[in-house]
């Protein structure tokens, strides 16, 4: 049995194992409440799901109005493993999950170069260094780039691809289901099941590391057209008198934010050549021109931020990538450019800063394989 049909066998059952892989531990009646099932069917789907391992009662017991204690339903996280891989350019990290998400391994291969053999070669081995295919449900993969229908890959420009149908190619190589997403819509996913939207109706993600992206989460649905996987975001006008992008906008996120940016802005003003970790720890001792750099992306991303919310009216929004370390350095400028262009009474923007590290974005993939694996869109 595959592992779709051994999770899902049923939509009503798989609308359940959303439900509770999401919100449990969760008791049977709110359960029931919420996907409009009396308590008999309830039951009777989440029989079989118990039978294999993938649910279970909770340890946590919770007193019943009436007769005894009830256990609510919770997933059993380690009924199966995923894998996640996040592309880049040099490398495809990857990690290894259980049902909740959460990384139990973790491991990287070099990209020998940008063909796409050379590439598929390079996942199987980072694959291989998380242990035997046969201990895998499947594998999730994110890339910087258009994606259709979760398998074929239209354009990634960094890797110089169009029209690749990884996860068929991937499959043929490992046997295991693949599934292949742009790497913000995975990210999003990952923060809507298992991260900080957890539980959120509506919420945004914005990243900063070589691009600039955003997710968009409303009435708990992914925002992901066709469009998705174009950065459109980049290209957000913030500072008409900034620097321009490789596409010659004036002043656009990709132009301020970025982790090349700023390496590129400072590198201007003084004639030397530091990391991205450099100048922010540059900035954070006092260094004039790093502070003045940092300090003005610090007000741009909280422009950025305010844009989200004001259009989306969203109260929370994620910041995540590898070079959102921006808004902690910056993280005054940032609050108060923020307050500066949202309406006073308007409700105050959550943020949620999420780890730096290319591990989340590999966790973001591995969500996307256990998402389609749960709701059965996998095969």
Known sequence: MDAVTSLAPSSPARALAREVL???????????ARLGLSVASLTRLSKPLLDAG???????????????????????????????????????SAVATNLKADVVGSSEAALPGHAVGEVIDAIVDAVADLGPLAGFS??????????????????APFLGWRDVPLAALVQERTGLPVAVENDVVALT???????????????????????????????????????????????????PSGPRCMEGHRGCSSAVLTIPAICSQFAASTGEQRTYDEILGLAGEGHPVAAAVVRAAGEALGLLVSAVANLTMVELVVLSGEGMDLADVAAEALRASIDYHRDPEAAPIRLSRQPSDFAQWARGAAAVVIQRTILGTLR
């Open 138 to 155: 499947g594998i999730g993969i994110s890339i910087g780039g258009k994606v259709d229908s979760g398998a074929e890959v239209l354009r």
């Open 22 to 32: 999401i919100r449990g531990p969760i008791s049977r009646a709110d359960l029931a």
């Open 189 to 239: 996913i990952a923060e809507q099941w298992f991260g900080a939207g957890r539980g959120e109706k509506d919420f945004a993600v914005l990243t900063v590391g070589a691009g600039v992206g955003y997710g968009l989460v409303i009435n708990d649905a992914v925002i992901s057209p066709p469009d998705a996987g174009l950065g459109l975001v980049g290209h957000y006008p913030l500072d």
């Open 54 to 92: 993938v649910l279970r009662e909770s340890d946590e017991v919770a007193a019943a109005a009436i007769g005894r204690p009830v256990r609510p339903l919770e997933v059993s996280p380690d009924a199966h493993r995923f894998v996640g891989v996040k592309l880049t350019g040099d490398t495809a």
